[in-house]
């Protein structure tokens, strides 16, 4: 499945993460729920955003505001940690293994540094393996 352009519903996740925070009233608390909700750590999330743990702790504490350039590649950053979510499940609905060229395409077409995207796209990954297994986990133990 080649694609040219990020898909639509990657751009409009993009596009909505960037201006909520934009035009968030707290961006700080804005911030920290999508952190939460993505399954990042302070330190992970740091480090991708490729700044210091202390840094987005005052981002999120309120302390300061995030540059437009922390929240455009906060925004790429969760776009592509969606994007992978859904395309992992949709494979593995379809008994198919995971598309890396088509994720590798959709990070460039977010115009995420090379570096950042790769470490978003394990991370992803890695978040989604772990979620699935906990599910996994608990439905074995329900009785």
Known sequence: MA?????EAVRENHIRVAGHLTVAEEPGRVVRAL??????TQEALAGLLRMRRESLSRIEGGKVAPS?????RLAGILALTQAVR???AEQEARGLR????????VAMA?????DVAEETLLAAEM???QKKRGVLKILEDTP
Do not use: K, M, N, S
């Open 3 to 7: 694609i040219t352009a990020v898909p």
């Open 35 to 40: 952190r939460d909700r993505y399954g990042f």
């Open 68 to 72: 437009a350039g922390v929240i455009q």
């Open 86 to 88: 859904e395309h992992l």
């Open 98 to 105: 995971p598309d890396e060229v088509y994720l590798q395409r």
């Open 110 to 114: 977010l115009r995420l540094p090379p």
């Open 127 to 129: 978040a989604y393996e």
